[in-house]
């Protein structure tokens, strides 16, 4: 075995730590915390919907402590201004002179939590998304680059929409993942009210990855291997949702990227130095559940995209398995 593939399996056994590291604080929510890190590992960004108190902070401050990453957060409200966010100049005195100083704001860090990101102005909002596409932020004529590695988790209520300012589809477009963190089950709320409010106030957890380490693993994510014919299905696969029934809208060539990216993110997660089926069938609800735009006939009846979305994988692996069947 090469020294190369010594590391990578170090690694790998490193973010299985992560994973029970991150489990002494947070009961349930398997599939949204896996999700997470596979957004990280595949240098993305995430929109989460949630009701409120269900854990998003504690689970994306934890992520960042067991990861020794820096973590901001901020509360959107409508009278948020982009500076507020970014920084901004300030004048600062000395004994013979004045210069102007640029001031970062909590968009400096390595993991920001932009709670109710439909509260902010659109203005607001762009600014949010320009330092996730870019990873840099303007002011005062001068670029300022964000700390490596960045990853924004922005989170919107799907109830209470007075007084907000939903994000249009072009830049829902820009998030690579959408998860959906639901309730606990009774045995996992039991759990919870016993750990938090007859235990510990937040049970400590051990740093298991550094940041070089992160970035690092992050550079493998994008040479682990994928079948050119699941490739191939993945884009398909796509693609199949801008014809599919009661679709208005489909998903942009963005989702393909996004779908392979995160596919070769959840390989790596689960230990495998490979891309299979499953890892793509597994994100593929995460990566398009924001990118398709339902008709009316769909409102009719009830359909949502993540029906749409099974369907089509439905069909899909149907189709994989008879062909490795043949």
Known sequence: MSETELDVDALQRRLKQVREETEKR??????????????ILADGNALLESNPGLGKTTMVRTVADVTDLDFSRIQNTPDLMPSDITGTEIIRESENE?????????????????????????????????????????????????????????????VDQEGTYPLPEAQTDRFLLKLVLDYPSDTEEQDIVELYVEGESSPPVNRILNRQELMKIQSLVQDVPIAQDMRNKAIELVRATRTAETVEFGASPRASMGLVRTAKARAFLEGRNYVSWEDVTAMAIPVLRHRILLDFRAERDGVTSEDVIRELVSEFSWFHLHSLTN
């Open 26 to 39: 947070i009961i349930g929510q398997k599939d949204v915390l896996e999700r997470l890190l596979v957004c």
């Open 98 to 158: 004045r210069e102007f100083v640029f001031e970062k704001g909590p968009i400096f860090a390595n993991v920001v939590l932009a709670d109710e990101i439909n509260r902010a102005t659109p203005k607001t909002q762009a600014a949010l998304l320009e330092a996730m596409q870019e990873k840099q932020v303007t002011a005062g004529g001068e670029t300022y680059d964000l700390p490596l590695p960045f990853f924004i988790l922005a989170t919107q209520n799907p």
